[in-house]
T-cell receptor, first 116, second 108 residues
Framework: EAGVAQSPRYKIIEKRQSVAFWCNPISGHATLYWYQQILGQGPKLLIQFQNNGVVDDSQLPKDRFSAERLKGVDSTLKIQPAKLEDSAVYLC??????????????FGPGTRLTVL | TQLLEQSPQFLSIQEGENLTVYCNSSSVFSSLQWYRQEPGEGPVLLVTVVTGGEVKKLKRLTFQFGDARKDSSLHITAAQTGDTGLYLCAKRGYALNFGKGTSLLVTP
């Protein structure tokens, strides 16, 4: 079974530039998550989708970050404009359902963003 | 957001040694999960503990959930270089609330 795919794996940009990340979840998984993991910290949820609807985006900096999952499958996360503090690994995860103890989340390898 | 504190932050040991890492909270967990994250990869679920006092074993890894469900520990027996990674505990809700992790380095 194919896992969660993310691209690109690495991205280096200058501050104030824009960047976009792509995620393809495991087939059949209705729930998709984007996490931000700053060096030395655990992942922090940015946004959660259930199919193509947003369940939770309370920690998404909406002045610069946006995300979409138009057809309920693939998702993109965009940052515009980027700041130095956005340097982090951006992890995508998916699960069959939402919540519940046994809806295991499967993570992709992440995109490492460096903002100079 | 429930704050999860993990200790130690860093740990460097030699192969064959035993170690324990901890995850604590001031609030009660309904359940707790442990993940391992290897460099360049996403976290991978190791175990879920639900019942206070519960002990689960996964080969050389032993996970314990405190009786009061406010703390948990992960003990590794006879560590191997393949155990190197970031060990994260997480509270499970609709999404995951992670601690900062313990970075473990096992050297030959």
């Amino acid at each position: 079974e194919a896992g969660v795919a993310q691209s690109p794996r690495y991205k280096i940009i200058e501050k104030r530039q824009s960047v976009a990340f792509w995620c393809n979840p495991i087939s059949g998984h209705a729930t998709l998550y984007w996490y931000q993991q700053i060096l030395g910290q655990g992942p922090k949820l940015l946004i959660q989708f259930q199919n193509n609807g947003v369940v939770d985006d309370s920690q998404l900096p909406k002045d610069r970050f946006s995300a979409e999952r138009l057809k309920g499958v693939d998702s993109t996360l965009k940052i515009q404009p980027a700041k130095l503090e956005d340097s982090a690994v951006y992890l995508c995860a998916s699960s069959y359902g939402a919540g519940g103890l046994y809806n295991e989340q499967f993570f992709g390898p992440g995109t490492r963003l460096t903002v100079l | 957001t429930q704050l999860l504190e993990q200790s130690p932050q860093f740990l460097s040991i030699q192969e064959g040694e035993n170690l324990t890492v901890y995850c604590n909270s001031s609030s009660v967990f309904s359940s707790l999960q442990w993940y391992r994250q290897e460099p360049g990869e996403g976290p991978v679920l190791l175990v879920t503990v639900v019942t206070g006092g519960e002990v689960k074993k996964l080969k050389r890894l032993t996970f314990q959930f405190g009786d009061a469900r406010k703390d948990s520990s992960l003990h590794i027996t006879a560590a191997q270089t393949g155990d190197t990674g970031l060990y994260l505990c997480a509270k499970r809700g609709y999404a995951l609330n992670f601690g900062k992790g313990t970075s473990l380095l096992v050297t030959p």
